[in-house]
């Protein structure tokens, strides 16, 4: 794994070794308050000069798509996605969207299924 002028540097198993840090610009925290299961949509904008990891973000936006989803998609960890996508934000390019619950996370009984469903998996 070397690399000239022209090459990219790869590894077969992990893909393009890029450092985190270059992803987001040394930034370690959005500048945009979103959590995993905040949903994030494209508003049709495009801005300029976009990196690839913001275009390809801005791709698995076109529908509302929440934040975990969206690292999981670019293979990246959630604070960098974080980071990633607070950028398009900013600049218009996604819009946040609250996001919907079915029922109270916090509801007993429905905990209680849920772990029985996984206990029983």
Partial sequence: MTAGDDEVWV????????RLYTVTAGRTRPAVDLD????VVATGRHPRGM???????????RAPTSVAEVAAHLRLPVTIAKVVLAD?????????RARRTAADPTDRALLEK????????
């Fill in 36 to 39: 995993l299961l905040s949903l």
């Fill in 51 to 61: 990196d690839p990891e913001h275009a390809e973000a801005l791709e698995w936006c």
């Fill in 11 to 18: 590894d077969a198993a992990a893909g393009p070794l890029v």
């Fill in 114 to 121: 849920l772990l029985d469903g996984l206990q029983r998996a």
């Fill in 88 to 96: 398009l934000v900013a600049c218009r390019a996604l819009a946040t």
